[in-house]
C-alpha cells in the first residue's frame, strides 16, 4: 500500500512545520479567495474579462516573483529570513481587502499578497528538499502540499458558515482571515530552525548564464512539462464562477472550493507517497488525463452533476501533479542550485498562468462557460502529446549514451 507509514515516520519535523505554516495562510487567504470574484462581480461590478486578468496577473506575479527570491536563498545560502518576509507580506496584505471599495485597492492587496507568496515560495519548497531524505522526497512534498490543502478547504469552509451567520457580509470574513495569517508568521518564527549549510564556494550569482548551465536537460524538460500543465489548468477562480452560474446560492459558492481542495488534501500524501515507487511521467499521463475528464464533465454535463464531478475530478488531478512535479524539480536540480531551479520552473509556469487565466476570461466571456472548459481539455490533450514526446526523447539520449 503506498500510504506508507514508515515513510510517514521518516518525514522530518521541519517538514511538519513547513505544512502549519502553510495550513495557517491557506486557511487566511482561501476565506478571502473563495469570495473574492463574487465581491469583484457582485460588490465592484467588474467583468468577468477583468476577474480572469486581475487571477492571472496576481498568480503569475507570486510565480514569477519566486525566481529571485530562490536564487537569493542560493546565493545567501540561507532560506527562513525569505519565507518568513514573504508570509509577513502575505500578512500583511489581509487587512486591506476588508476595507478595500475600489477595484484598485483590491488589485494592489492582491498583488502584495502574491509578492509574499512568491518571495517564501521558492525558498520554502527548496527548504522541505533541504532537511528531507531523498527516499521520502515525494512523500514529503505530498504531505507538505496536504496540510497545505487543508487549510485551502477550512478556509472556505469557514467563510459560508460566516457568510451565512453574517447576512453575506464580505467585509466581515475578510476581517476574520486576518487572524490565521499572522498565526502562520508565528509559528515560522518560533517552530523551525533551519539546517546549517555553510557555503564553502565562492559566491556567485546564480542567475547568470554559467550558473544556469549548471541545471541539467532533465530538469529542463520538468519546466516545459510543467508549462503546458499550467496552460492545460487555469485558475480554480473558474470553479467558483462555475458554481454560480448553476445557481448555487452566493453564501453556499465557497463550498465548491471546500470540495475541491478537500479531495486534494486525501490524495496529496498518497499519491506523493506513491511518487517514489513508480515512474514520475506514468503518474503525471494519469493526472492529466484525469483533467480532461474534469474538464470534460463541467463542459458537458448539466447543472449540480457536472459541477460535482468536475470539482471532484479536478481535486484529484492536483493531488496527483503538484507535489509530484515540486519533487521532479528537487531530483533533477544540483543542491546548490535548488531554490533558484525552483524559482525559474514557477517563473515559466506563471507566464503560462497568466495566458491561460486570461484566455480562459475571453473565452467564458464571448463564448461561455462550456467553451472555457472544452478548451482546457483541449490543452491536456496536448499536453499528454508533449510528455509523451519528452519521455521518448529521453529514451533516445539514454540509448545514445
Not at 492536483?318 to 525559474?344: C, D, H, I, K
Amino acid at each position: 500500500m503506498f500510504y506508507s507509514s514508515e515513510a510517514l515516520r521518516k518525514i522530518p519535523r521541519g517538514v511538519w512545520v513547513l505544512g502549519g505554516v502553510s495550513m495557517f495562510m491557506d486557511i487566511s487567504s482561501e476565506m478571502i479567495h473563495s469570495l473574492l470574484p463574487l465581491f469583484l462581480a457582485t460588490g465592484l461590478g467588474l467583468s468577468v474579462i477583468l476577474i480572469g486578468l486581475l487571477e492571472g496577473i496576481a498568480e503569475a506575479t507570486a510565480l514569477i516573483t519566486k525566481i529571485f527570491s530562490g536564487a537569493l536563498s542560493d546565493y545567501l545560502g540561507k532560506r527562513k529570513g525569505l519565507a518568513v518576509l514573504g508570509y509577513g507580506l502575505g500578512a500583511l496584505s489581509k487587512p486591506l481587502f476588508a476595507i478595500a471599495s475600489t477595484p484598485g485597492l483590491v488589485f494592489g492587496a492582491r498583488f502584495m499578497d502574491r509578492v509574499g507568496k512568491g518571495i517564501r515560495g521558492a525558498p520554502r519548497d527548496a527548504l522541505v528538499a533541504d532537511v528531507t531524505p531523498e527516499e521520502v522526497r515525494g512523500a514529503a512534498y505530498g504531505l507538505r502540499q496536504s496540510l497545505d490543502t487543508i487549510g485551502a478547504f477550512l478556509g472556505p469552509l469557514l467563510a459560508v458558515v460566516l457568510m451565512l451567520l453574517w447576512n453575506d457580509d464580505f467585509r466581515a470574513v475578510f476581517w476574520v482571515a486576518v487572524i490565521p495569517a499572522f498565526l502562520a508568521v508565528a509559528l515560522l518564527c518560533f517552530g523551525l530552525k533551519e539546517p546549517q549549510t555553510p557555503i564553502d564556494r565562492p559566491r556567485t550569482n546564480p542567475l547568470r548564464r554559467a550558473q544556469l548551465r549548471k541545471l541539467p536537460s532533465a530538469y529542463w524538460q520538468v519546466v516545459l512539462i510543467g508549462a503546458i500543465f499550467t496552460l492545460a489548468r487555469f485558475s480554480e477562480a473558474f470553479l467558483v464562477l462555475k458554481a454560480e452560474e448553476v445557481g448555487t446560492p452566493l453564501a453556499l459558492v465557497p463550498l465548491v472550493m471546500v470540495a475541491m481542495h478537500l479531495v486534494y488534501s486525501l490524495s496529496a500524501y498518497p499519491f506523493g507517497a506513491l511518487s517514489d515507487r513508480i515512474s514520475h511521467r506514468q503518474l503525471l499521463a494519469v493526472g492529466l488525463v484525469v483533467l480532461v475528464l474534469a474538464d470534460l464533465a463541467l463542459a458537458l454535463l448539466p447543472g449540480w452533476i457536472g459541477l460535482a464531478i468536475g470539482v471532484a475530478l479536478w481535486g484529484i488531478h492536483m493531488g496527483m501533479t503538484q507535489g509530484l512535479l515540486a519533487a521532479m524539480v528537487a531530483r533533477t536540480a544540483p543542491a546548490e542550485l535548488r531554490g533558484t531551479a525552483f524559482g525559474m520552473f514557477n517563473l515559466v509556469s506563471g507566464i503560462a498562468l497568466l495566458v491561460a487565466s486570461t484566455g480562459a476570461g475571453v473565452l467564458w466571456h464571448f463564448l461561455g462557460s462550456a467553451a472555457t472548459f472544452l478548451f482546457g481539455a483541449v490543452a491536456c490533450g496536448a499536453a499528454l502529446i508533449a510528455l509523451a514526446c519528452t519521455s521518448t526523447a529521453s529514451a533516445r539520449a539514454h540509448v545514445g549514451n
